[in-house]
């Protein structure tokens, strides 16, 4: 299975939490994304399950990804009241405020948060998936979800995706040995 981050946007690059707002890509994120192309050319993918944001569609097609599905389960975690700020921001009234502990408080009715165990269950439901198709799989989706989801694949809990750090416009890559699930790739440049 590989996955794709989507490519960089404006809040992105600037550090902001970016969950549900639907924000596009900027140049340097297309080219991001453009980069990608030679890591699925040819790949035969059995499913390839795609972010509903403009941002993760952007990127797919992009990458040469045209025939995708759109997954409500791989929006990013809805970062609620936290969205569109950024952690230093967050900071200056909650200092030692961590994400992957501490969470987010409600937001309005378009951003309502979620708990890291929603995010965790979304995950999952999209690991079974893919591990119905046949054939390779391609995900694209955002940071955090993706990091979440690597560990749910690794039979971690949710939270131990705070250890996986993934850059924008980078891939990585999931699979077995010993039959057992295991990270291949992991936050790599094109």
Do not use: C, K
């Amino acid at each position: 299975m590989i996955l794709l981050r989507h490519g960089e946007t404006e809040w992105s690059r600037d550090r902001r939490h970016t969950g549900r707002t639907d924000m596009p890509l900027t140049a340097r994120g297309e080219d991001q994304a453009r980069a990608l192309a030679p890591l699925v050319a040819g790949g035969g993918f059995g499913l390839v399950l795609v972010s509903p944001a403009l941002r993760a569609r952007r990127t797919a097609e992009l990458a040469g990804l045209e025939r995708y599905e759109t997954d409500p389960d791989m929006w990013e975690w809805d970062y609620g009241g936290y969205e569109g700020i950024t952690t230093a921001s967050i900071r200056e009234t909650r200092p030692d405020w961590y994400l992957w502990h501490d969470g987010v408080i409600p937001g309005d009715d378009a951003h309502p948060g979620e708990s890291i165990a929603q995010v965790g269950a979304r995950a999952d439901r999209v690991i079974a998936r893919a591990r119905r198709a046949e054939g390779a799989v391609a995900l694209v989706a955002h940071g955090h979800y993706l990091r979440i989801l690597a560990a749910r694949w690794l039979g971690r809990p949710p939270e131990d995706g705070r250890f996986l750090r993934l850059d924008t416009g980078t891939y990585s890559r999931l699979g077995f040995e010993h039959g057992r699930p295991v990270l291949l790739t992991w936050n790599a440049p094109v």
